[in-house]
């Protein structure tokens, strides 16, 4: 769980019993939970009634909002909308099946439930209907004003405010409080990732192109030449050789991400949000790249909340932030923390909030309608084309051996060979549990790993090590690592010396190195404690650092 629930008083529940969060607020007085068991419950300030519970005033204990529980919610965003003092908020909730709820602040139909009128504010989720209908959305980016959605087809539809022409239409003007697909150069083509400032926004291709929506300003501009009048999407330049792999965008800037590890900035500056080494009240016109001293970055965050901060994480797990921090310092460029996660970022910024931009997983590869990857995509765990299945914890996954064998040379081995089960139509599977096998199984036709927990994906990293799928190994390696804390390191490193992942060892103990105490405080048991401290000390005595 992030560091930022840590903050509020005792939920009463366990952390493995909290699927998801939201917590917001100018003061980050607001908090949403979703558990395990699919209900969804909020407390907190509740100002203008944005819990979603239906009631006025202070929530000050867990109290359920009915519309949204079994509806198997799996993350939110927040809509931060620009006003001096407490600010208001628009909250979207997505579901599992790509369902949209929304509710809070819809002055300009940002809420996208068929109505802009200034004197409602829906006090109680709502699904977003019409054309989103039968669409399944991935993610949701609100600029407070205005709402982009993105469906698992990579289409963009949009809807709120429309001055500046935002939403990528191609007209400007008039606010559209119903869900509108984008055209334009979004036509056909695959949007993998959309964000949006306060008045512009963007859609990342699949290409790994950004297309910038909306008026022409300097700090989104895609041509000199453009005229202000053409709102309709339209390529950035500035970064034609360069593959983008996230973006995300503050109140009046965007951070891009290129798919080797380096960062490019534009928009305001004032506050050094930009990273480049200064600040300057004149926006930026062009994509900048932020220092590489950093190395390799793999993930970048920033939120519409003008006194927060930017950070980014690197591939060696250190954490770098910029811009507006804390008590009025700013920096200009990345500064190396000694926090372990971004989540710690903004759990210790003011206002502490949950920063992420939630988004279902969505197909890297085109899902054209009867592609091969599709056909495999709907083939796994159909038990009228199997001719396998394997029977875990007393439930069947029906698979295909074809497709086993191609994807690890054990099961090639198993199914082409003389093992005396190989003829065998059930196999039982004893040694791990169903979710862990159903995961491996479903990688082997997806090439994809759902959204899991870290000590899901180390169950899943020893199935993958015993069948020998190293690209599986990979993606759960990856999984670990960003999931590591102070609080798991112990627990971590323990099962990954059992399973003799030599490189997931290894992280740890660098990992504990650089944490050293906080570790130790939060070990539970004397033997995990004396492992590692031994492990730790015999690296450190071989490398002459004591």
Not at 220 to 228: E, M, Y
Not at 298 to 325: D, F, P
Not at 536 to 541: D, E, N, P, Q, T
Request: proline fraction near 2%.
């Amino acid at each position: 769980m992030s560091k930022v629930l840590r903050k509020w008083a005792n939920f009463g529940y366990q952390e493995r019993e909290i699927r998801t969060a939201l917590v917001f607020g100018s003061h980050g007085e607001n908090v949403i939970i979703v558990l395990e068991n699919d209900d969804v419950l909020a407390f907190g300030k509740n100002r203008k009634e944005c819990l979603g519970v239906g009631v006025e005033g202070e929530v000050n204990e867990l109290k359920r909002i009915e519309n949204l529980c079994g509806q198997r919610i799996e993350g939110f965003e927040c809509g931060v909308i620009a006003f001096e003092g407490e600010g208001d908020f628009c909250i979207f909730a997505i579901s599992a099946a790509g369902t949209v709820f929304s509710w809070g602040d819809n002055l300009f139909g940002q809420l996208g439930l068929g109505t802009d009128d200034d004197d409602v504010t829906f006090t109680v989720p709502k699904k977003i209907s019409g054309s989103l209908e039968h669409k399944k959305v991935v993610q949701v980016s609100c600029g407070g004003n205005h709402t982009l959605v993105l469906t698992s087809e990579g289409e963009v539809y949009a809807f709120g405010e429309n001055p500046r022409g935002q939403l990528g239409f191609e007209t400007s003007g008039e606010n559209e409080p119903f869900p509108r697909k984008v055209g334009g150069l979004l036509d056909g083509a695959i949007v993998t990732s959309v964000a949006c400032q306060y008045d512009t926004s963007a859609a990342l291709l699949h290409s790994g192109e950004i297309c910038a929506l909306g008026l022409n300003r300097n700090d989104l501009s895609s041509s000199s030449s453009t005229s202000d009048k053409e709102w309709t999407p339209r390529k950035l330049l500035g970064l034609e050789e360069v593959v983008i792999s996230q973006i995300v965008c503050g109140p009046y800037f965007t951070l891009a991400l290129s798919d080797d590890g380096k960062i490019y900035s534009w928009g305001e500056n004032d506050k050094g949000q930009l990273g480049n080494g200064t600040t300057s009240e004149e926006c930026v016109m062009t994509p900048t790249i932020i220092s590489t001293k950093m190395g390799r970055v793999r993930k970048i965050a920033a939120t519409h909340y003008e006194s927060h901060l930017c950070a980014a994480i690197t591939e060696n797990h250190q954490v770098y932030i910029w811009g507006n921090c804390n008590n009025g310092l700013i920096y200009n460029k990345p500064i190396l923390t000694s926090f372990s996660s971004l989540d710690e970022v903004f759990a210790d910024a003011f206002p502490p909030v949950t920063y992420q931009r939630f988004q279902l997983k969505i197909a890297k590869d085109c899902k054209r309608k009867g592609s091969v990857n599709e056909r495999l995509r709907k083939a796994f765990d159909h038990p009228e084309t199997a001719d396998v299945a394997f029977i875990v914890e007393g439930k069947k996954i029906h698979v295909h051996k074809a497709v086993l064998t191609f994807g690890s040379d054990v099961f090639k081995k198993k199914f082409l060979g003389d093992w005396k089960d190989s003829c065998q139509k059930e196999q039982i599977v004893e040694d791990h549990s169903y979710d862990a096998f159903y995961v491996f199984l479903k990688f082997l036709y997806t090439d994809e790993v759902d959204d899991i927990t870290l000590e899901h994906a180390l169950d899943v990293y020893a199935i993958a090590d015993f069948y020998q799928v190293t690209d599986l190994m990979d993606e759960c390696e990856n999984i670990i690592k960003s999931g590591l804390t102070v609080q798991n390191a112990a627990a971590v490193y323990e099962k990954a010396n059992l399973f003799g992942a030599e490189n997931l060892c290894e992280f740890c103990l660098k990992f504990c190195e650089v944490r050293w105490f906080e570790v130790l405080d939060n070990f539970e048991t004397d033997d995990s404690r004396s492992e590692v401290i031994l492990d730790v000390f015999r690296r450190a005595a071989n490398q002459k650092k004591y």
